[in-house]
């Protein structure tokens, strides 16, 4: 039997009812992971938000989670745990970054659409996010059914795309979105990833078109081809019938499959409002 859950979206997305991740046993996670092949995209609302704790101590459930980020410059921790990705607005101290602060150019290209991680050689797989301040006005996350995406491209596009690999690279899309330019050790600390362009779910069998604004370039065409292409696969994933826009309360997590799904951060005052967001992402196993 399912968990209880109602629809977000007609092709994605579940909203589970009465389930508190805090008191989830492990004998139930299968039942959330068919969920998440089903749907790709899992809200889980709560009155308080989960610890960070509790937060990574759920998140170890679904995989091996990615620890300690390499570090940027002029960046330190406000979390104190390696797990906990701070998608936050705010600085060490607390306070709201100012306006043309580094730290905060490079989040600022969290708006635009993205796979978590896929600039890694070992993917991403799930990321848990969760609300502790969310402002009044926008901080929405939208997210993208790739799988759906990849169904409805035409046949003559499919076998284009087959055996196609793309060049993931972290600063190409931290400088398309805004952020400044990669310092040499920084530049060195995260390579490039190749993936393939198709992916499958190993455990479905249900293709998926993987995009990301990390992607710089597509093996094997010419640079131009590859940009034009990119292009036409972006404007053709991001046609508003494959968007699911969630509105955030404070202690909503939100679970999605990088795999199946593209996302992005939806702009709000940021120079105003503090948006505590904090995220933990699964990676594939090594075996």
Request: aromatic share 6%; with cysteine; charged share 25%.
């Amino acid at each position: 039997m399912s968990l209880p859950h109602t629809k977000l979206h007609p092709s994605f997305g579940a909203k589970l009812l009465d389930t508190d991740l805090r008191e989830i046993e492990p004998n139930v996670i299968w039942k959330l992971l068919d969920l998440m092949d089903e749907h790709a995209v899992c809200a889980v609302p709560h009155r308080v938000p989960l610890t960070n704790e509790q937060h990574i101590h759920f998140s170890k459930m679904l995989g091996p989670i990615e620890r300690s980020a390499k570090k940027i410059a002029g960046t330190s921790k406000r979390l104190p745990f390696d797990e906990i990705i701070d998608q936050s607005n705010l600085g060490p101290e607390g306070n709201i970054y100012k306006d043309g602060d580094r730290r905060l150019a490079l989040k600022r290209a969290n708006r635009l659409w993205h796979t978590d991680m896929s600039f890694y050689r070992i993917r991403g797989t799930y990321s848990v996010l969760s609300a502790h301040i969310v402002p009044p006005e926008g901080g929405n996350t939208e997210l993208i059914d790739m799988r759906a995406v990849y169904r409805d491209l035409s046949d003559t596009m499919k076998k284009q795309l087959v055996n196609m690999s793309s060049e993931h690279c972290y600063w190409h899309s931290r400088t398309l979105g805004g952020g400044p330019s990669p310092l040499p050790e920084e530049k060195a600390s995260r390579p490039p990833a190749i993936h393939p362009l198709v992916i499958e779910n190993k455990r479905n069998r249900r293709k998926s078109l993987y995009l990301a604004s990390h992607i710089r370039s597509i093996r094997g065409i010419e640079e131009n081809q590859g940009a034009k292409l990119l292009e036409e696969l972006n404007e053709f994933a991001t046609q508003k019938k494959y968007i699911l826009s969630y509105q955030w309360s404070v202690g909503d997590v939100l679970i999605w499959d990088n795999l199946a799904t593209m996302h992005r951060a939806t702009p709000f005052p940021d120079q105003k409002y503090v948006r505590d967001m904090r995220r933990t992402t699964c990676r594939e196993s090594l075996n």
